[in-house]
């Protein structure tokens, strides 16, 4: 086994909760985006155009379709004889197992994982984040700086600030304090849980961590402000592109439309770093003759016979005629049939809605997470029915 | 797993398409908005669960060969069979039709010795076809023939002359192959044969060893000449779409693809075309865009105006621009006011502002690969 520079470790566990129906069926990494992409297409790529062939990707919460979309890895050229995907599920050791408990547990139960490819540095990236960056930058700082560990950062809106793990810098943008989710941020540089540590930096934080009963075993909760404490070299990498959490509703909703404006950063367009992934082969996509579409991005195999207005096809949907769809998000193979009126929704991978629904209607009460609507993944909505703003049709309540 | 490895001549056809099959095989054409034509013979094959195929070199095999890479698309990248690229003989001889010739076989009769399968499937690179192959093989092991012909009860009145039918008893025991010569119109409807067959593979052998100091002979001639001795059948196929060997087949072929029951035939059922994978972003619309019965592949950024047309991959049509009845293939450019109408544009053509491009139906316009108008 050749030694590797650098191995990432993807945290892919994630329930996802926030995102409510849409993770009934898949782990959040594996919640498709943006139309032919899955979350987890980003970081895997980025891998790729890094450079990064050895990817643990730890998996906890329903794996599955995760495991299936993966697979060898070949679909983003990391299925490499030297490296490879390698999905890492919660296993029993010698004297017992465990589930992951928190971030920093789960890669600290791989330490031999790590260990065999025995690297000088390790990535640790987040499964559930929607950007394009190159790594091997972000390395070649942190070896400049003879860094221990390296953030990556960016900077928010100041009002947001406290939604994130906030951090303060020197002059030489070395790290002087982190506060995860501050009441009172006193900056707007925000840490995007992608950390480069030295693997002996690591591990010995990790095992320090394990022995530590009163710990959440958690990188921004715990490893961090304790490495710091210790007094360890710890720097902020500055990323200036277009980094987004997809992590509830709303956010995956914007960061989903953002991609229909036209300054958008996320250039999925650009030839010279791609995002990969691992479509279904699909036929290409069929506009009939009484369709519109106006301000739209349309996957292979959709059959599109109605009116899609600044909305988001992604592969396999089937729009029937006299459907009008406005603002909303429709998964992989979703059917929507003749008449039915969709406005502001996300409607779950294969999800059904019958004739002259109405999804998204004005109801008589201010609706939740801003209106959307989401229709979980496999659902079926009967003929006829409608479906107020905001709501979540999901299993246990029925409509 | 079907006992059979296979075999396709991406070598024959000879028409030049207008252009479109001079730098490239007719096999390597792009076809309905993603494809190569070569897609639907290799995919058939593979969707019957062959996974050692052959594929015999035309005389231009560089777009060929970039298509196919090692296979890996069709799942033909494997440690034992997988894709193996069978040089064909006579590269500088392009304009020949080398249907199924014995010296291309026999320039690679290590192919065929190698393998310890049982039966050949053996077919032409220049069909439109989504076929099963497993119905025809247990056919042919049932009736234990030695050469199972496909063939198609004809509803296909266009040029015949390249047509072979068949004659055939109750048991679909094959008595004659002859061409059109002495057919009448009215008599068109009998069996054709489509150009893909089923061989014992030491059959095949012998035929290779006894023939090849003929020189260019056809595998088809060989059988016809031997029908006494050899067990032919014939085994029916409803999936057939059509052969191109002319500009208005490969038009008309493709606009066919916007009726959705030829679609359906094609490429939405259980059997997937597939094809070379190059991960392209969504198509893009924006909201001067007004697309009717097209049929559009991704990663392409439509700004104007599209009625019954196919427009391939990365292709950006810019606003105001006009696309009618037409074949737009991958990476043109269309600049803003452009026009075309009956128009096959090749591969990354550009196209400037207020150009008008037109065609007819019976002779549609074509544009070669990379130019600039």
Known sequence: MRKQECVAMLLAGGQGSRLGGLTWKRAKPAVSFCGKYRIIDFSLSNCTNSNINTVGVLIQYKPFLLNSYIGLGSAWNLDNPNGGVHILPPFLGDSEGSWYNGTANAVYQNYE?????????????????????????????????????????????????????????????????????????????????????????????????????????????????????????????????????????????????????????????????????????????????????????????????????????????????????????LLPYVKVHDGSVIINAIIGENAEIMNHCVVGAEGRFAPDQEGITVIEDYHIIPEGSIIEAGMNVNRTRTI | MPNAIGIIFANNGYACLQGLAQERPIAAVPFGGRYRILDFALSSMVNSGIRTIGVVTPHHYRPLLDHLGAGKDWFLDRKAGGLFILPGVMHSLAGNNHTFCIKDLEHNIEYLKKDFVENVVISCGDQIFNMNIIDALDFHNDKQADVTLIYKENDYFGDLTDEMFLEMDEDQKVSSIRDQKGLEWTESGRPHYVNILIIKRELLLDIVGRYSSFGCMSLISILTKNMEVLKIYGSPTRSVIGTISTINDYFDQNMDLLDQEVRERLWLGADRIHTKIVDNPPTQYTLKAKVSNSLIASGCSIAGEVLNSIIFRGVILEKGCRITNSIIMSKCHIHENAQMEYAILDKAVTVHEGNVLKGSLSNPLVVHKSSVI
Not at chain 1, 231 to 260: C, P
Request: charge should be negative; proline fraction near 4%; glycine fraction near 8%.
């Open chain 1, 113 to 329: 994982y790590i260990d065999f490819y025995d690297p000088e540095y390790v990535i640790i990236l987040s499964g559930d984040h929607v950007y394009k960056m190159d790594y091997s930058l972000m390395l070649k700082f942190h070896k400049e700086k003879s860094s221990e560990i390296t953030l990556a950062t960016i900077e928010v809106p100041r009002e947001e600030a406290s939604r994130f793990g906030i951090l303060t810098v020197d002059g030489d943008a070395r790290i002087t304090k982190f506060t995860e989710k501050p009441a009172q941020p006193d900056s707007n540089l925000a840490s995007m849980g992608v950390y480069i540590f030295n693997w002996s930096t690591l591990k010995q934080a990790l095992i320090a961590d394990a022995g530590d009963y009163q710990s959440e075993n958690d990188f921004g909760k715990n490893i961090i402000p304790q490495q710091l404490n210790l007094g360890k070299r710890v720097y902020a990498y500055q990323f200036d592109g277009y980094w987004r959490d997809v992590g509830t509703i709303e956010s995956y909703y914007h960061a989903n439309m953002e991609s229909l404006s036209d300054g958008h950063f996320l250039n999925i367009f650009d030839p010279k770093f791609r995002i990969f992934s691992n479509e279904d082969i699909l036929p290409p996509h069929f506009v009939g003759s009484t369709a519109e579409i106006k301000n739209s991005l349309v996957c292979n195999g959709c059959i599109v016979h109605g009116k899609v207005y600044n909305s988001i096809l992604a592969p396999g949907v089937y729009v029937g005629e006299g459907v009008q769809i406005n603002d909303s998000i």
